[in-house]
């Protein structure tokens, strides 16, 4: 019974050909920066990694609806939310949206060109990398599950300390690092018929390392 009205609710949505969530969004846009750079914006994003109506992110935010279509308008002119479906209700047609991408880095050029708005720059980065650490937690356990039952699940790991002493250097860094990044997912990205079940997910965090208290 759930499958058919699952199937009844979907037949009305219709959904957008060609939209596809990229992992990594890269701001080079200073406008960009500034609509990306709010807290309740950067919360919306984060709900937006399936599509969702206003409605329920208003629901979610305890906000009104009107307020929520405010932001989420815009993050859709910024590019930073695409709009992938239609729903019509008694007339009126209510839109779907989601995210452009699951994170997003901040150009190296925007610093200093976004005034008062570098701390709030920082708390982006840091609330992304929270969210990626905790999707590697939940990946994890759920592939512990798998292990337990004697499936093989092949996984890497990787740790380095690195010294980045001024921020010349951090940009070169993350130029070359971005193009590493890219030219693997380019390589090695999965085609639309491949075999699921072989898909990996490599995720890349860097951060500064605080000394531990004695």
């Known amino acids: 019974m759930i499958d058919i009205v699952k199937k009844s609710f ?9 939209i596809v969530m990229q992992d990594v969004y890269y701001v080079e846009e ?9 807290p309740i914006r950067l919360e919306i994003l984060r709900r937006l990694d399936e599509p969702r109506t206003c409605d329920e992110l208003a629901e979610v935010f305890q906000e009104s609806t009107q307020k929520i279509y405010y932001h989420v308008k815009a993050l859709q002119e910024a590019g930073l939310v695409d709009k992938v479906a ?29 005034g008062s ?6 708390q982006a980065s840091l609330r992304i990398l929270l969210q990626l650490a905790e999707d590697v937690i939940e990946d994890t356990a759920r592939l512990g599950t798998k292990s337990e039952v004697g499936q093989q ?26 193009t590493t990044f890219q030219n693997l997912a380019m ?28």
């Open 86 to 114: 239609d729903k019509r209700i008694r007339g009126t047609v209510e839109g779907y949206y989601q995210a452009k991408a699951r994170s997003y880095w901040l150009a190296p050029s925007l610093v200093g060109k976004v």
């Open 117 to 122: 708005l570098q701390q709030s720059r920082d």
């Open 10 to 18: 979907y037949n009305k949505i219709n959904f957008y050909n060609g």
């Open 30 to 38: 200073v406008d960009q920066a500034m609509t990306l750079l709010k």
């Open 187 to 214: 390589n090695y990205g999965a085609a639309e018929d491949a075999d699921a079940s072989m898909n990996f997910r490599l995720v890349l965090m860097c951060y500064p390392k605080l000394e531990s208290k004695s």
């Open 153 to 178: 699940v092949p996984s890497l790991s990787l740790s380095a300390q690195i010294h980045l002493a001024n921020s010349a250097q951090r940009a070169a860094f993350l130029q070359e690092l971005q």
